[in-house]
């Protein structure tokens, strides 16, 4: 017993070898990307940078995520819905950022040109589900590619919980490459609520990577037009 028991701590710290990220680390990152950075005219971003390790991007790695953040930004994601009848009238209500019928549909399918500008638009795109079909054939071709493919919403369903929801959430892709980068919040923001944003937002990229936190090397935090602060994701001692 006492030999397992050796064997089961000797697992749990090499589980345990790498540093978890915590609310201090990035709080310090945040904080020093503002003092580095002399004021401007405009309202900076704050921006999350993650290198990876020890994957190999040949065999396709990949990541298309839409992660919910605890605190939504001064400027939400931008949502279209793709609907007809009850569901559009109540997202209109729901002062969704743009409403486009079936109708709609079939006019941006002979237009490739402004079907670019409307899927460059919007972050997000909701679409009830009877309305999917037509939108797999007027813009799947574009929305496929670009990770945008729209959430169904069933008939029933309350299309402003939807819309809440997508409002503050963003998404992180990554495809054949060890860096991904995503806003968090602007300079204006709460400096908790940007650090809790990047944390929501490391935890679930964890989840997704094939050996957690150790894929993590290092992580940055910057403003707009500031200079990466670094976090090195060091081993235990």
């Keep these: 017993p006492l030999r397992r028991q050796r064997q089961m701590c000797i697992r749990d710290r090499a589980k345990n070898d790498f540093a978890m990220v915590n609310e201090s680390d990035i709080l310090n990152l945040i904080q020093e990307s503002k003092k580095s950075e002399k004021e401007r005219k ?3 971003a ?3 940078y993650i290198i990876f390790k020890d994957i190999d991007v040949k065999k396709g790695f990949a990541l298309n995520e839409v992660i919910q953040l605890p605190n939504q930004m001064t400027k939400p994601s931008a949502v279209c819905v793709m609907a ?3 569901m559009s009238l109540k997202a209109k209500e ?4 743009q409403v486009i019928d079936n109708t709609e549909l079939d006019n941006l399918a002979q237009n490739k040109r402004e079907s670019r500008k409307l899927i460059n638009k919007y972050d997000f795109f909701l679409a ?7 939108v797999g054939k ?7 590619p670009r990770g945008k493919m729209p959430t169904p919403v069933p008939f029933n ?4 919980t939807f819309l809440n929801r997508f409002r503050s959430s963003i998404r992180v892709r990554v495809k054949n490459s060890l860096a991904l980068s995503c806003k968090i919040g602007d300079v204006e923001m709460d400096e908790k609520d940007v650090a809790s944003n990047a944390l929501a937002i490391i935890s679930a990229i964890e989840k997704k990577l094939p050996n957690g936190d150790k894929n993590l090397r290092k992580i940055m935090i910057k403003t707009t037009m500031g200079k990466p602060i670094k976090l090195e994701m060091k081993v235990r001692k």
């Design 42 to 44: 405009f309202k900076q």
């Design 46 to 48: 704050i921006e999350l």
């Design 84 to 86: 007809t009848g009850d």
């Design 94 to 97: 729901a002062k969704a950022d």
């Design 128 to 134: 009830d589900t009877k309305l999917m079909p037509i």
């Design 138 to 144: 007027s813009l799947g071709q574009l929305l496929g």
């Design 157 to 160: 369903a309350p299309i402003e």
